[in-house]
């Protein structure tokens, strides 16, 4: 069975471009959320979407959207990057909303910004 | 201001021993609580829950404590394998919000043989 999978693994990308990274959720999830995690921190809550809606928005700017598609995959989009925008994004698909337990990781997009 | 902390960056541990990993939350809001383990180059993998009705769970080796007045948990390994060396993250959640899980800054165990 497929887990959650991102795309791309790696990315770098200069001061105020922009970039689009990609989550496809374990089949059947409906639910996917977004954390960034800084070197040495823990991840850090951007975004969640259920049934393609926004559930849910941590403290970042408005730099940062994401929306969900309706096979429940989804994107987050950052623009006018700056360097400390670079860290790990981190994709986790889960059956429903506001379920406790039962969130999947997927290995995470590694961005660069120059 | 960080929600959810773990004050030791790292911990070592001689194999067949106990690893205890601390947590500590400032948020009396939080009321289900989470584990995770991440390899390098992994995303975090769910290991252990509880929920603040509970003061004890318990998962094969893995075992959580609760303590709600001290607002603190931590995760007892027993015993402690190689396999374990990786960093843990700690994480809280208030029940009825959206799945936002807040993260601790990791404990890095290594298990020595």
């Known amino acids: 069975d497929a887990g959650v999978t991102q795309s791309p693994t790696h990315l770098i990308k200069t001061r105020g471009q922009h970039v689009t990274l990609r989550c496809s959720p374990i089949s059947g999830h409906k639910s996917v959320s977004w954390y960034q995690q800084v070197l040495g921190q823990g991840p850090q809550f951007i975004f969640q979407?259920?049934?393609?809606?926004?559930?849910g928005r941590g403290n970042f700017p408005d730099r940062f959207s994401a929306r969900q598609f309706p096979n429940y995959s989804s994107e987050l989009n950052v623009n006018a990057l700056l360097l400390g925008d670079s860290a790990l994004y981190l994709c986790a698909s889960s059956l429903v909303s506001g379920l406790e337990v039962g969130q999947f990781f997927g290995p995470g997009t590694r961005l660069t910004v120059l | 201001d960080q929600q959810v902390k773990q004050n030791s960056p790292s911990l070592s541990v001689q194999e067949g021993r106990i690893s205890i990993l601390n947590c500590d939350y400032t948020?009396?809001?939080?009321?289900?609580f989470l584990w995770y383990k991440k390899y390098p180059a992994e995303g975090p993998t769910f290991l252990i829950s509880?929920?603040?009705?509970?003061d004890k769970n318990e998962d094969g080796r893995f075992t959580v404590f609760l303590n709600k007045s001290a607002k603190h948990l931590s995760l007892h390994i027993v015993p402690s394998q190689p396999g374990d060396s990786a960093v843990y993250f700690c994480a809280a959640t208030e029940s009825g919000t959206a799945s936002k899980l807040t993260f601790g800054t990791g404990t890095r165990l290594q298990v020595m043989l």
């Open positions: 979407y259920y049934e393609k809606e926004e559930r």
């Open positions: 948020n009396s809001m939080f009321d289900y």
């Open positions: 509880i929920s603040s009705i509970k």
